[in-house]
């Protein structure tokens, strides 16, 4: 599967962003899927969780309370709400399965966060 990211961008803290992630096939909808980022000289680490059917979603303590994760699987689209972002929150960000494949791995799309 073919993972596209976008909406990313340089903002100042406490600014808001939307990620998006597309995906080139339909077998999208019957995954749970995840955004995950990584900043250099870490590991990926996963932000944030859905099921396959968008009901459950799953947040580490980093992110919870200012980000969302949402899925529209008639669009293969899953999006990440970030809100009160903070200069820690600076990472290249993905979308992947959960657990990740390691072969759906995209771009990315670069998050970067001034205060």
């Known amino acids: 599967v073919q993972l596209v990211e976008s909406g990313g961008g340089l903002v100042q803290a406490g600014d808001s962003l939307r990620l998006s992630c597309v995906a080139s096939?339909?077998?999208?909808?019957?995954?749970?899927m995840g955004w995950y980022r990584q900043v250099p000289g870490k590991q990926r680490e996963l932000v944030a969780s859905?099921?396959?059917?968008?009901?459950?979603?799953t947040y580490p303590d980093s992110v919870k309370g200012r980000f969302t994760i949402s899925r529209d699987n008639a669009k293969n689209t899953m999006y990440l709400q970030m809100n009160s972002l903070k200069p820690e929150d600076t990472a290249v960000y993905y979308c992947?399965?959960?657990?990740?494949?390691?072969?759906?791995w995209g771009q990315g799309t670069q998050v970067t966060v001034t205060s």
């Open positions: 992947n399965t959960v657990p990740a494949r390691r072969a759906d």
């Open positions: 096939r339909s077998t999208f909808r019957i995954n749970a």
């Open positions: 859905i099921t396959a059917g968008g009901r459950i979603t």
